[in-house]
């Protein structure tokens, strides 16, 4: 299988997740630098790195969005080729226009690095289907800007199109987010994009290993 990760500067997951994802699917994938103008052939999903692209000024997400490789990206999710964004990987496909919404500053306006307790609201997408709806799991987070905000209508939207995929768990919130959103995808289901990072907790050095359900789900998108 054919993934490839996207580096941006100031990206600092691109390592875990190239990692992680090469211990899941037993391909090591392709690193393609921001400034490319096109996939490697046969790339069949991409995903986005946590990190602090360009050191998260003017917005978070908001210059690696505008990258050369990113034209790339939206032109293929469009067409349905399965993409991940984790962390600063989802402020990016959201500031990108692949997912609806908004990532604010977490509403204590500290960064918070912790683990919290998710919950599977939707297995629709073939990244979650390895979980089943009102699994509950732990998982990390790292984040500055991760209190998702979107209006009334988008967030009526977002539950009547089943597009909602994890929350965290009640009292389990670390930043604020509406909905106690955590993750969502694109109404097609191919675009995730979720604050934790799963690639902490898919190793076997690591505490667990369910994260690596996320990847799993990956391949069978891809495939």
């Not at 490789?69 to 293929?76: C, L, P």
């Not at 790292?142 to 209006?151: E, F, I, K, L, T």
């Amino acid at each position: 299988m054919a993934l490839a990760v996207i580096q941006f500067p100031g990206s600092n997951r691109d390592s875990d997740m190239v990692e992680a994802l090469a211990h899941v699917t037993g391909t090591k994938p392709h690193l393609v630098w921001h400034a490319e103008t096109s996939l490697p052939a046969g790339i069949e999903a991409v995903v986005l790195p946590g990190g602090f692209s360009y050191g998260d000024y003017l917005r978070c997400g908001a210059i690696a969005a505008r990258a050369p490789v990113m034209t790339e990206v939206a032109k293929r999710a469009q067409q349905g080729l399965p993409v991940i964004g984790v962390c600063n990987g989802f402020q990016i496909l959201i500031e990108a226009g692949l997912l609806p919404g908004a990532l604010m500053r977490n509403a204590n306006l500290r960064f918070v690095c912790k683990t919290v307790d998710l919950e599977v609201q939707s297995n629709r997408s073939r990244f979650l289907e390895g979980f089943d709806v009102g699994t509950r799991w732990a998982c990390p987070v790292a984040h500055g800007d991760g209190n998702y905000v979107c209006s009334a209508d988008m967030l009526a939207r977002l539950q009547d199109t089943d597009s909602i995929a994890l929350t965290y768990a009640s009292g389990s919130n670390p930043n604020g987010s509406v909905a106690n959103i955590a993750g969502i995808t694109n109404e097609a289901g191919n675009v995730l994009g979720m604050m934790p990072h799963p690639e902490n907790i898919s190793l076997p050095h690591q505490p667990t290993q369910v994260g690596a359900r996320i990847f799993e789900g990956l391949l069978h998108a891809a495939a």
